[in-house]
């Protein structure tokens, strides 16, 4: 797995982090982040289906 913003949120990376919500469609049930890419979160389930 590459970097995700999981990872990213945990470095204090928060300006790609607020870039993503912008956009996000998945979110992350693990860590409760969110992306637009489901590729950028561990554990990704479309925001659609909560
Ligand atoms: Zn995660």
């Known amino acids: ?3 995700t913003l ?3 949120a945990k470095k204090g990376e ?3 982090i607020a870039e993503a ?3 996000a469609r998945f979110i992350c049930k693990k860590c409760g ?3 637009e890419d ?3 979160l561990c554990s990704p389930v ?3 289906e909560l």
């Open 38 to 40: 489901r590729k950028s």
């Open 33 to 35: 982040r969110t992306a």
């Open 14 to 16: 928060l300006k790609e």
């Open 46 to 48: 479309p925001v659609e």
């Open 6 to 8: 999981c990872k990213l």
């Open 21 to 23: 919500a912008r956009t």
């Open 1 to 3: 797995m590459g970097k």
